[in-house]
């Protein structure tokens, strides 16, 4: 079955300090994508990135970038130069086909707590 | 281009009560899956909803029930609450493709069971 763990519960980092927050997924799936999505205190989970499992780039998006390791089964986020406003729990998760149609499912990990201090 | 917007925002039940929630999908989608997050963790999938039909189902039992109307929107029927029920409850909307659609995810409803 498959599985997502972020071993971070919190973190809490000074501005302009970098900062990785790690995940690391379980599947038997040959392909399948993975995803971040980020959740203010407002509760909505906004989308940050998908990534299909045959593609081992990494991708950077302004202060955001991303490190997909398949031998390891990680897809790490790494936030440069952390702001205030990065403050929010960071989700990652794993799509699983679902057996009757229709778009995939997600599976996600407990998340972790991002708090950026002035 | 409206997102995906759900109501209530909150609510507060009491046990044994039931709860209707209810979901209009991003323009362009069709198809609405429903999350549950309890407190500190992460959402879990409850059911899928595509033709009006549902795709599947999470772990979850029978008192969630749900429905999709011809428009796209969705409703999410909780009977019987318990206590453990109280969650925030996330509503998704997708395009049905091929190849996996990401998720767009409304702000959520708040549900309290006292």
């Known amino acids: 079955a498959q599985k997502v763990t972020q071993a971070q519960t919190e973190i809490s980092v000074v501005e302009k300090e970098d900062v990785t927050l790690d995940c690391v997924y379980e599947?038997?799936?040959?392909?399948?994508?993975l995803f971040w999505y980020k959740q203010p205190p407002s509760g909505e989970l906004v989308f940050l990135i998908r990534?299909?499992?045959?593609?081992?780039q990494n991708e950077i998006s302004g202060r955001y970038s991303w490190n997909f390791q398949k031998s390891t089964s990680s897809f790490n986020f790494t936030i440069t130069a952390s702001q205030v406003v990065d403050s929010a729990v960071y989700f990652c998760?794993?799509?699983?086909?679902?057996?009757?149609?229709?778009?995939?499912?997600?599976?996600f990990g407990k998340g972790t707590k991002l708090t950026v201090n002035p | 281009d409206a997102g995906v917007t759900q109501s209530p925002t909150h609510l507060i039940k009491t046990r044994g009560q039931q709860v209707t929630l209810r979901c209009s999908p991003k323009?362009?989608?069709?198809?609405v899956s429903w999350y549950q997050q309890a407190l500190g963790q992460g959402p879990q999938f409850i059911f899928q909803?595509?033709?009006?039909?549902?795709?599947q189902r999470g772990n979850f039992p029978d008192r969630f029930s749900g429905h999709q109307f011809p428009n796209y929107s969705s409703e999410l029927n909780v009977n019987a609450l318990l206590l453990g029920d109280s969650a925030l409850y996330l509503c998704?909307?997708?395009?049905?493709?091929?190849?996996?659609?990401?998720?767009?995810f409304g702000n959520g409803t708040r549900l309290t069971v006292t």
């Open positions: 909803y595509y033709e009006e039909e549902e795709r």
């Open positions: 323009s362009g989608h069709d198809t």
């Open positions: 990534r299909n499992s045959f593609d081992e």
């Open positions: 998760a794993l799509s699983e086909p679902l057996t009757q149609g229709g778009s995939e499912k997600l599976v």
């Open positions: 998704a909307s997708s395009l049905i493709h091929g190849a996996s659609s990401p998720l767009h």
């Open positions: 599947t038997r799936d040959t392909t399948y994508y």
